[in-house]
């Protein structure tokens, strides 16, 4: 199993950045693909920003060229990052981190609030 922790959600005033953190613990080798993803009240969760184990990313057209996603392997731990610059209002939303795992599926972490005020 892969365990998912995020961190640095909060709020900011819009134009301002974040940066949340995300910590996978477990079966880490078997991770393939990370990303972010978002979800307001009465919406679909939706795709913000994936990288591979390659280190290939891709992200919503809503939030190319402000958002930019990275990941990085410790000795027993893989850290997902996502640095988010000029932020709108649009963005608030709790952020979910997921890992797709060969053998275990999709894991997701707790979620964490991130509010954008105008």
């Known amino acids: 199993q892969v365990h998912l922790v995020e961190s640095g959600g909060g709020l900011v005033q819009a134009g301002g950045s974040l940066r949340l953190s995300c910590t996978a613990s477990?079966?880490?080798?078997?991770?393939?693909?990370m990303g972010w993803y978002r979800q307001v009240p009465g919406k679909q969760r939706e795709l913000v920003a994936v990288?591979?184990?390659?280190?290939?990313?891709?992200?919503a057209d809503s939030v190319k060229g402000r958002f930019t996603v990275s990941r990085d392997r410790a000795k027993n731990t893989v850290s997902l990052s996502l640095q988010m610059n000029s932020l709108k209002p649009d963005d608030t939303a709790v952020y979910y981190c997921?890992?797709?795992?060969?053998?275990?599926?999709?894991?997701w972490g707790q979620g964490i609030q991130v509010t954008v005020s105008s």
């Open positions: 997921s890992a797709r795992s060969s053998g275990y599926g999709d894991s």
């Open positions: 477990g079966s880490i080798l078997s991770i393939n693909i």
């Open positions: 990288i591979s184990s390659s280190g290939s990313t891709g992200y």
